[in-house]
């Protein structure tokens, strides 16, 4: 079977350019809808996700504001700035940067952004509302895979869908937005018995489990569409070449940057099994962005419209 590969980026493109156009006209009317990142620490992997996020809003004429704070920020401080964002009019959107350093209770800190500026939907008033099948603002990843599969007329009623994993962020509202479209939903994990027979019923297979190449051909049904959210940097160049092969331009990229990135699901075997694929890097890493803005661009409606 012809694999195609899903690619992130189209989709993402696609979201990006439809939320100028709205952004230009908020703009007439005084409007620009605004996002604050907020960073505690100085996590590389989190300070570039960071960044990418203030580059795309201002590329997108949105405003952007970075609270970076440091590592032995105290639960109070971060409080208080939750709370000058919550009432400061000029943002619409707040994201706190996770994981949080060990000190600071992360739920006490999700529960005190205002629902309303929730662009993560990790609010309980938010997972309470998505879960009864409404659309408030529900995490970012989760539902740019949605529309991926939307514009890719990848058929959701009536499908098997398996989501591996079960995070807050990706595996638990992964798994209500495939319901809420009538697929049939499995949810597993790494203590699943007969993961890869179950994962072999799926049409759709979403995996979220931050372990390397974990997905290989025995999970993967015959035309199965596969969605691959893991990002996890390897730095041996064996691994390297035991998953991609020694001829594979990825062994120069270790060669030269120490590091490479790899899915959770094998980068080769889905290959003349599956239908579709997404690759990694390129593939559902770029919709999470383009979804963070469509929410600050819906919460902003929202409040001041
Ligand atoms: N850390 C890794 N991914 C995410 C995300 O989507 N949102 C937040 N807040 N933190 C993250």
């Given at each position: 079977m012809e694999t195609r590969k899903l690619s992130g980026k189209i989709t993402a493109d696609a979201i990006k350019s439809e939320i100028v156009?709205?952004?230009?006209q908020l703009k007439k009317q005084g409007i620009v809808p605004g996002l604050a990142t907020v960073l505690v620490g100085e996590d590389p992997a989190s300070e570039m996700y960071v960044g990418s996020k203030v580059k795309t809003c201002r590329e997108l004429g949105m405003f952007s504001e970075l609270v970076k704070m440091p590592a032995s920020t105290t639960q109070e401080q971060l409080m208080e700035t939750i709370e000058a964002l919550n009432n400061n009019n000029d943002i619409d959107g707040i994201l706190v940067q996770l994981p949080l350093p060990g000190q600071i209770e992360e739920n006490?800190?999700?529960?005190?952004?205002?629902?309303?500026?929730?662009?993560?939907?990790?609010?309980?008033?938010?997972?309470?509302?998505?879960?009864?099948?409404?659309?408030?603002?529900?995490?970012?990843?989760?539902?740019?895979?949605?529309?991926?599969?939307?514009?890719?007329?990848?058929?959701?009623?009536?499908?098997?869908?398996?989501?591996?994993?079960?995070?807050?962020?990706?595996?638990?509202?992964m798994a209500l937005l495939l319901l809420h479209q009538h697929a049939t939903v499995t949810i597993c994990h790494s203590r699943s018995r007969n993961l890869p027979e179950i994962?072999?019923?799926?049409?759709i297979l979403v995996v979220a489990v931050g372990r390397p190449a974990m997905?290989?051909?025995?999970?993967?049904?015959?035309?199965?569409?596969?969605?691959?959210?893991?990002?996890?940097?390897?730095?041996?160049?064996?691994?390297?070449?035991?998953?991609?092969?020694?001829?594979?331009?990825?062994?120069?990229?270790?060669?030269?940057?120490?590091?490479?990135?790899?899915?959770?699901?094998?980068?080769?075997?889905p290959y003349g099994i599956a239908s579709a694929v997404t690759p990694v890097p390129g593939g559902v890493g770029p919709l999470t962005i383009a979804h963070l803005m469509k929410n600050t661009l819906i919460a902003c409606k929202e409040r001041r419209t």
């Open positions: 156009e709205e952004v230009i006490l800190i999700l529960e005190a952004i205002r629902p309303d500026k929730d662009v993560d939907g990790l609010h309980p008033v938010n997972i309470g509302k998505l879960t009864k099948g409404g659309t408030p603002l529900a995490p970012c990843t989760p539902m740019g895979i949605m529309e991926m599969l939307a514009r890719e007329n990848v058929e959701i009623k009536g499908a098997e869908a398996v989501v591996v994993g079960r995070s807050d962020i990706v595996g638990k509202p994962c072999r019923r799926a049409d997905i290989t051909r025995e999970y993967i049904k015959e035309g199965a569409v596969v969605i691959d959210v893991g990002t996890n940097r390897i730095t041996s160049l064996d691994q390297v070449v035991e998953l991609f092969g020694p001829d594979s331009p990825r062994t120069e990229s270790i060669k030269k940057r120490g590091s490479t990135v790899v899915g959770d699901v094998h980068p080769l075997d």
